[in-house]
């Protein structure tokens, strides 16, 4: 166990907290930080040996890489071979902001950080702490969600604090985090491809370069051949200790399923809670439900996920939890909660 101390960075005081982590960073050790998406657990990207310390802290899977974060954009000269000009625009259009982007790696980057890939994902969060942070260390901070690795990743502090608290030196509190899902991350080694659904929507990057893939992991289980490709989506993702189940079908329908299966589960001496909207909460009083948001507002069920997924981690058995459509945000929405439920759909 090792002393953790925790800076609080949204008053006066935030510029020691990011000056004295800044140090940390170069000197080896672990910070977690915000940023817009998810807390980030950072170490000195350019440094095999500290990499290494984030891998042993989240109990993470060495084949599994880190993305780089950066503070200005012409730093991702010295990470990749090249800036294409797709990635250009990219970078033009959505940074600083939550889209991480995939390319060919120059021979700076160590291999710890790309679990021996080629290529290196590169992002600029728009949050003020990582972006004075990285500034302050003076490197680019290599850095995954800070969760133990496995379960919903954390959007304040104080989830940090749960998972990695005496085992890092420093966490960074700049309060709960904006979009409460992580990045968008797209490769764009071949046809430009989302890894991973977040915030930059498929929509919003094909009206700046086209045509956009979908991989086929971001609402399936992964085939081996995609394994390879994106090695994240492999490995167990998002769970709470609570079962997780998902119903599809129209508002009417995903009801009635839940609400057959929640008395069935109650029956049984199980405790359950239902995860559902501004819209559908009609459907369940006299159960126990909680609101994450508002169908017409996926933002706000995005933001909620994660934080409601650790609130009832422990105090319930079963969560349900409804499907929502996958355009624009619901796609993030879904690939999280349906790696959350281990692919459990109920659809009648
Ligand atoms: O919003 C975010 O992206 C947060 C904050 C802290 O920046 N970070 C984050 O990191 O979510 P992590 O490690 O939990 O997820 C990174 C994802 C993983 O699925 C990983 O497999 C994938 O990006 N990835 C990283 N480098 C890759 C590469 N070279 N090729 C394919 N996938 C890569
Ligand atoms: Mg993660």
């Known amino acids: 166990m090792i002393d953790t101390q925790v800076f609080n960075c949204c008053g006066k005081a935030a510029e020691n907290g990011t000056v004295l982590a800044g140090r940390i960073i170069r000197s080896g050790g672990l910070v977690a930080f915000p940023t817009e998406t998810v807390y980030g657990l950072g170490a000195n990207g350019l440094d095999g040996e500290a990499v290494r310390k984030i891998f042993a802290a989240k109990g993470r899977p060495d084949d599994n890489p880190l993305i780089l974060h950066i503070a200005k954009k012409s730093d991702v000269k010295e ?5 294409p000009t797709l990635a250009r625009q990219l970078m033009d259009t959505f940074w600083p902001g939550p889209l991480t982007i995939i390319f060919n790696r120059s021979d700076i980057v160590p291999d710890e950080v790309t679990a021996g890939l080629n290529t290196v994902a590169v992002r600029m969060s728009e949050n003020k702490t990582a972006l004075a942070l990285i500034r302050s260390a003076g490197v680019p901070i290599a850095a995954p969600s800070a969760n133990i690795s496995g379960r919903p990743s954390p959007t304040t502090a104080k989830h940090v604090a749960d998972d990695l608290g005496g085992r ?17 991350v797209i490769s764009i080694v071949g046809r430009p491809t989302i890894l991973r659904p977040g915030a930059i929507t498929r929509e919003m990057l094909e009206t700046v370069i086209g045509h956009v893939e979908l991989a086929h992991s971001i609402t399936e289980p992964l085939s081996d051949d995609e394994a390879a490709e ?15 189940i998902i119903a599809r079908g129209s508002k009417k329908r995903m009801a009635d ?3 057959r299966e929640y008395d069935a589960y109650e029956e049984e001496g199980k405790r359950c809670v239902i995860f559902a ?23 706000s069920m995005c933001a909620a996920l994660f934080s409601k997924l650790r609130q009832y981690s422990d105090i319930v058995d079963v ?4 499907a929502i459509p996958t355009e624009a945000l619901g796609l993030a929405y879904m690939n999280r909660l349906l790696r959350a439920a281990g692919f459990k759909v109920l659809t009648d």
Not at 168 to 184: A, Y
Not at 284 to 289: A, E, F, L, N, T
Request: aromatic residues 10%; proline residues 4%; contains cysteine.
């Open 230 to 244: 994106s090695p994240g989506m492999k490995h167990k993702h998002y769970s709470p200790n609570a079962e997780v």
């Open 79 to 83: 990470l990749w071979t090249h800036v």
């Open 319 to 322: 969560i349900f939890a409804e």
């Open 168 to 184: 890092i030196d420093v966490i960074l509190d700049g309060g709960p985090c904006k979009f409460g899902i992580e990045s968008t």
């Open 257 to 259: 399923i839940i609400r």
């Open 277 to 299: 909207s501004e819209e559908t909460e009609v459907y369940y009083r006299g159960r126990r439900y909680d609101v994450l948001g508002s169908l017409n507002d996926r933002a």
